[in-house]
């Protein structure tokens, strides 16, 4: 047979053709052209295993674009079974607060990237539950969308659809041959058990009730309530001949005769729960039986399906034999997305793997004969996975005793351990190193193992440590520099410093009693065997946070804002005594420390404190933005205020010395000054605003931003330009200077033959740390702008539901955000004692914080104006913006004040930074890092033991590490593994290279 006449290939092998129209390069992203190249190939790889495997997991670390590529594979879905005459459409199931972001990006991804005549086959409908979802399949072919999202309550859920519980009722109806009498209470009774008084009056039901439901579109258009298909075939015909409606037509039977205003509101009440819980019942039969296939499904977080008694879980698999999953053999193929495979545990990752048994195993065939072969596989993956975790464990065990049985040929403090491990065969030989090399060797075997069957149900890409190589020949430089304990202090600080010589922050004679007394006091506390952590916890964050742990209050954070709880709650198995220990040592404390009253100053000479606020001051100077990481609420309170403070006297007394002022005394020389400078740069009647509204309108004319933002842009970019900040950032001193008027009282006019394209020419000069100028920002900018525009345009006509996490027109919420943050305080109520002067209104939205007790839309406003070149510039949070949220922007530095026991909630931070388009890989400066600590303090012990854990996180595959979870000593005094051992241990699930 020629080639031109063979069949196609079985679905979903031909898929692959579908991906030769997806160009995920694009003419509008901004994006390198290896990070493309990595996601097409993830794109294809995916597409290659599932011709064979019922599916697999693509886990990619958080913001290396895992959408882009999944949406890839869904759009060649699309297009090859459309090619191949097939209509069924692809189903995204994802979290609530997610679906409106997917269903933008989705149709931002189809405009850009899909090259295709016909984009009608990628269109797309929201289910809400499973009655909506099986109209849209009933739907002509002409009008079926390509792809349907959902959430987990479309199949999980409640039924809510009146129509569905309506036809519920009018078949037991039938089936029961109720008589005329029967069927008038039954009327009278259903507006009140389907919920739906308004639209369905009774003559609407008396309708209903005497017509087949085949002829419901029809009554209901007669009675002026247009609905297409508002009961699905798929109804009809499964009710009718699979499901049991007889205890349903027996409660129809037993209605009282009184209509249900006459009954009391006990009794009114037990009817409509006795309904509800028959409905649901049948519902839910009704879900699993009902017969229907699409290609595809992609499930996002697919983590919280890991736990089989949740609700998500049960869709793919039911605990007992008897029950069908609802999502059981109905779709060919599934793709399911996670960032997090090794924090669940191995045995929860092969839950998650077994999940794809839900699949359609006869119509799309795979390398196992069924499900029995493929359970057969998952089972030999387990048992090596348990192999390879007990060899892992064993040798973290013994490396953990390394100074113990190497004796004399231990290691020197400082030595290169990797070069002492290569070396250890030259060495005499010592059993309990000979030991420690076998268990590795064991370790390298069973991961070798493990990984070969793992590796064909997870792809996942690390981020590489260093730039590639620019495409106009820019350096490989590293992605990201740490700067531990005390190099945040130093003037020029240095990276990558091995651990082992890391010293933490020194605490001077002045304030080291009160730290020793609080590392005194661990030993007591041990013995108490608390939960959680304790006031010496709060004293090594601020002297602020110790206050409220000793008092008991609840400071603390974790990722969704609630109270972490890491203040001692209960004691274990200590005495009297050493409950009275405790309370001498806080007390003690309590008189040594300053005060929650006293002046700012004193508060500010906390070593932790005061070395993170003069790092970020540094950074913001440069011309950054910095973001800082606290765990305790009133620790970023503490370190905002001090901030705010500390630039507001910065701006003042720099712009003083840049203008050529003496800044003590002359406060209202110095605000009558930058007044004129304002005006000059950004007033009504400014030189510059012409050709600085010239220059933006230009970058907007070539942008596809409406031009109905453009003058409110173009706005609020002059009114920062007129700032304060910007003044310090971006003119320099002999210039600044010259734009000022001649006398006090003169015209705001700059000195003669300064023209406003001269203050331009000074602003394209001058650079931030990372390079880039004020006009380059507003180019990122309105880059930004853009993409919100375009989300705008493609989400006009999205479903309106309350749980968005986005609004209608992002753009213009965007530029709100930017307008609300530029005029708030952060100060911490009405009673402060800030100065009512011009300068101080202009400076203080330099800080803002968030924390847990923020209001969502007035946490979602700083987060988007962060995202701005404009205010805030310096943002500190609780844990509450560790997790899924963008900020990426326009910084690239972040500051952990505070350490976690558990490695992942510090890369999960990082990450808020770490993303496609961020600032770092914008300029091709590494995120820098800052992680200080205190030397001899608990601080110090988390500090170590934190970085220890980080390089064997992934080694012991899925340990996990309680947020409380405070090790012994032996765990902070262990050696650092070598870099070169945890990589060559860890899994590599990658499928992408630079020279592939």
């Given amino acids: 047979m020629p080639a031109s006449c063979a069949p196609p290939p079985p679905m979903p092998a031909r898929w692959l053709s579908g991906i030769e129209h997806v160009d995920l390069k694009g003419a509008n992203r901004k994006v390198t052209g290896q990070i493309a190249e990595r996601q097409e190939c993830t794109a294809r790889e995916i597409l290659r295993r599932l011709s064979s495997q ?90 079926r969308p390509g792809l349907i999202f959902v959430t987990p309550r479309c199949f999980a859920g409640a039924l809510g659809d009146p129509l569905i519980k309506l036809g519920f009722i009018k078949l037991a109806k039938d089936e029961a041959g109720l008589g005329a009498g029967t069927e008038g209470r039954l009327i009278r009774w259903a507006q009140e058990l389907v919920r739906q008084k308004t639209r369905l009056n009774e003559q609407v039901l008396q309708s209903l009730m005497n017509a087949s439901l085949k002829d419901w579109e029809g009554v209901l258009e007669s009675h002026g309530i247009p609905m297409a298909g508002p009961v699905p075939d798929r109804f009809t015909k499964v009710v009718s001949a699979r499901l049991d409606l007889g205890e349903l037509a027996a409660f129809v039977k037993k209605l009282p005769a009184w209509s249900p205003e006459k009954v009391s509101l006990e009794r009114k009440g037990d009817q409509k729960e006795r309904f509800r819980r ?219 410093q091995d651990t082992g010589s890391v010293t933490g922050l020194a605490i001077s004679e002045e304030h080291v009693w009160p730290f020793l007394i609080a590392a005194r006091s661990w030993n007591a506390l041990a013995r108490l065997d608390y939960d959680a952590s304790h006031f010496a916890d709060g004293l090594v964050s601020s002297y602020e946070a110790f206050h409220y742990t000793r008092e008991g209050l609840t400071p603390a954070e974790g990722p969704s804002g609630e109270e972490a709880q890491r203040v001692p709650r209960r004691a274990g198995g200590g005495t009297a005594e050493d409950t009275a220990e405790i309370e001498w040592y806080a007390d003690l404390l309590n008189k040594l420390i300053p005060g929650r009253d006293d002046p700012p100053e004193k508060l500010l000479a906390h070593p932790k404190v005061s070395a993170t606020v003069n790092r970020a001051l540094r950074i913001w ?119 000022l008027p001649a006398a006090r009282g003169g015209p705001d006019r700059p000195e003669e033959g300064i023209t406003g394209e001269d203050v331009l020419s000074a602003l394209n000069q001058a650079e931030d740390d990372s390079g880039l100028s004020f006009l380059g920002k507003i180019k990122i900018f309105l880059d930004f702008c853009q993409e919100l525009a375009k989300r705008s345009a493609n989400g006009a006509a999205l479903p309106g539901e309350p749980d968005q996490d986005e609004p209608e027109a992002p753009l213009e919420h965007y530029l709100d955000s930017i307008s609300s943050c530029a005029k708030m305080s952060t100060a911490s109520g009405p009673g402060t004692d800030s100065k009512a002067s011009a300068i101080r209104v202009r400076v203080r939205p330099t800080v803002h914080r968030v924390d847990g007790q923020t209001e969502p839309a007035l946490r979602d406003r700083i987060m988007l104006a962060f995202n701005s070149p404009m205010f805030p510039e310096i943002l500190v949070t609780t844990q509450v913006l560790g997790e899924g949220v963008d900020l990426h922007r326009f910084c690239r530095h972040v500051i952990h004040h505070d350490l976690d026991w558990n490695p992942s909630r510090l890369e999960q931070r990082v990450g808020r930074l770490d993303r496609v388009r961020s600032k770092s890989e914008a300029t091709r400066k590494p995120i820098d890092i800052y992680e200080p600590f205190l030397a001899g303090s608990a601080d110090e012990k988390m500090f170590r033991v934190v970085t220890d854990r980080e390089r064997w996180f992934k080694v012991v595959m899925g340990q996990k590490y309680a947020g409380s979870a405070a090790p012994d000593d032996r765990e902070s005094e262990r050696r650092l593994l070598p870099k070169e051992l945890a990589r060559a241990l860890t899994f590599d699930l990658s499928c992408w290279r630079k020279n592939k």
């Avoid at 996942?460 to 992605?479: D, K, M, W």
């Fill in 54 to 143: 019922p599916g697999l997991v693509l886990a990619d670390e958080v913001g290396m674009g895992k959408t882009y590529v999944a949406m890839s594979v869904i759009a060649s879905a699309i297009i090859s079974e459309r090619e191949g005459k097939k209509h069924d459409p692809v189903v995204v199931m994802v979290p609530p607060a997610l679906k409106t972001k997917w269903i933008r990006d989705w149709r931002t991804f189809q405009a850009d990237h899909v090259n295709i005549a016909d984009k009608g086959w990628l269109s797309d409908e929201t289910a809400q539950e499973g009655s909506d979802f099986f109209r849209i399949l009933e739907k002509p072919l002409r009008k």
């Fill in 621 to 739: 100077r440069g011309g950054e933005k910095v973001l800082v990481f606290c765990f305790y609420r009133q620790t970023a309170r503490a370190l905002s205020r001090h901030l705010e403070r500390e630039t507001e006297s910065l701006v003042r007394e720099s712009l003083a010395e840049k203008i050529g002022l003496e800044s003590g005394g002359q406060d209202d020389e110095i605000d009558l000054r930058l007044r004129q400078l304002r005006r000059i740069l950004a007033g009504k009647n400014s030189p510059v605003q012409k050709p600085f509204a010239d220059i933006v309108r230009a970058l907007l004319k070539r942008s596809e931003i409406p031009e109905a933002y453009w003058a409110r842009i173009i706005r609020i970019t002059r009114a920062y330009l007129g700032t304060p900040q910007s003044l310090l950032r971006y003119l320099p001193p002999d210039f600044t200077r010259r734009l």
């Fill in 278 to 496: 028959i409905i649901a019942g049948l519902y839910r039969e009704w879900l699993s039986a009902v017969p229907w296939r699409c290609p595809l499904l992609v499930l996002d977080e697919a983590h919280h399906a890991k736990n089989e008694r949740t609700q998500l879980a049960r869709l793919f698999r039911e605990s007992s034999d008897d029950a069908v999953a609802a999502l059981n053999d109905n779709f060919d193929r599934m793709l399911f997305l996670t960032a997090t495979p090794f924090e669940l545990g191995h045995g929860e990752l092969v839950k998650i793997l077994r999940h794809f048994s839900a699949v359609r195993w006869k119509s799309a065939p795979t390398r196992f004969s069924g499900r029995e072969e493929f359970f057969e596989e998952t089972g030999r993956l387990e048992q090596a996975l348990d192999l390879n975790q007990q060899a892992a464990r064993r040798f973290n065990e013994g490396w953990g005793s390394l100074d113990r049985i190497a004796g004399a040929q231990a290691p020197p403090p400082g030595a290169d351990l990797n070069l002492w491990w290569n070396n250890l065969g030259n060495e005499p030989e010592n059993p309990g190193l000979t030991g420690l090399k076998d268990s590795f060797a064991r370790c390298l075997e069973t991961k070798s193992k493990a990984e070969g069957l793992l590796s064909p149900w997870i792809i996942r890409h690390n981020r590489e440590e260093f730039f590639q190589p620019g495409e106009r020949g820019e350096a490989a430089g590293p992605r990201r520099s740490r700067y531990q304990g005390s190099a945040i202090s130093d003037p020029e600080p240095a990276a990558g």
